[in-house]
């Protein structure tokens, strides 16, 4: 029998997020990453975690299950987690993968709900030099091409080909990740914008990190870019509750390619912090 479930927030703005929620115990709430939604990023990951946890998996504004809306800005979705988070009056893991990462550490760093953050492969920009810069900059641009040539599919597979290998790129092709977060293309060209204009500090800015009370483990792939181990390292160096992990033979895509070595650490790190007292 299915545990498959929703739950709907609506935030001060107006706009619903809505998640699926699946299985049972100690909640976990899952922020996705820049190109899919809650239920693409993180299915793979649900077999391994449903009879321990019950994984809240919110969609970002206009995608999945939430509603629209033109403010993107890393403000305004760092509330929409944290209102998200409030509605379950219950103190509350957050797991993120690269941007959601960042949105775990920001709302972290705002609020005394969260149990534990578990951040996957979050993305230090302020330690972007300008060869970095520009490899971002390069991949946000050829899939502005691809979305106004209508190859929305392409769009996503032209931005990942930053931060994922090789080995990443093909499970998300084979899995049809690009297939089926095509519609979402279009919203990475505007998140991006809204970074590009965002004038306030970045979730990556160490006054945000030494603000964090809650435990916090970056899991980080050992075949990921080098950018990222050095944004590992960064949280680490600037949250004063972080630790690391490495996830053995994992890029950047660890929930879609290592999913049940990703449980495993992620119920190591969550399931003694959330038993009851």
């Not at 492969?121 to 302020?126: I, L």
């Not at 690391?244 to 190591?268: K, M, R, V």
Request: aromatic content about 6%; charged content about 15%; overall charge negative.
């Amino acid at each position: 029998m299915s545990t498959q479930r929703s739950h709907h927030v609506t935030t001060s703005d107006g706009v619903t997020i809505g998640a699926t929620v699946h299985g049972h115990g100690p909640p976990l709430v899952f922020l996705q990453g820049a190109i899919g939604d809650g239920d693409l990023d993180w299915r793979a990951l649900l077999p391994y975690l449903t009879d321990r946890f019950t994984c809240h998996l919110p969609s970002n504004r206009g995608r999945g299950l939430s509603g629209d809306h033109p403010d993107l800005s890393i403000t305004r979705q760092t509330e929409d987690v944290i209102e998200y988070l409030d509605s379950l009056d219950a103190p509350t893991g957050l797991v993120g993968w690269s941007g959601g990462a960042n949105f775990a550490l920001s709302v972290a760093s705002q609020t005394d709900g969260v149990a534990g953050v578990a951040a996957i492969e979050p993305v230090a920009n302020s330690q972007m030099d300008e060869q970095e810069q520009a490899a971002l900059g390069g991949a946000v641009a050829r899939a502005g091409e691809r979305v106004a040539e209508g190859d929305l599919p392409g769009a996503l597979g032209a931005f990942a080909a930053y931060p994922f290998n090789h080995a990443d790129l093909a499970a998300a092709e084979d899995a049809g990740y690009f297939e089926a977060a095509a519609r979402y293309a279009p919203k990475l060209l505007e998140l991006f914008r809204h970074l590009r204009e965002h004038d306030g500090p970045l979730p990556d800015d160490p006054v945000v990190l030494a603000a964090i009370s809650a435990p916090v483990l970056v899991l980080h792939g050992t075949d990921s870019r080098p950018f990222f181990t050095t944004s590992a390292r960064h949280v680490v160096d600037h949250v004063p509750t972080a630790a690391i992990q490495d996830i053995p033979g994992a890029g950047h895509a660890t929930p879609l390619t290592h999913p049940q070595a990703l449980a495993e650490a992620l119920t190591t790190f969550f399931l003694p912090a959330m038993q009851p007292a």
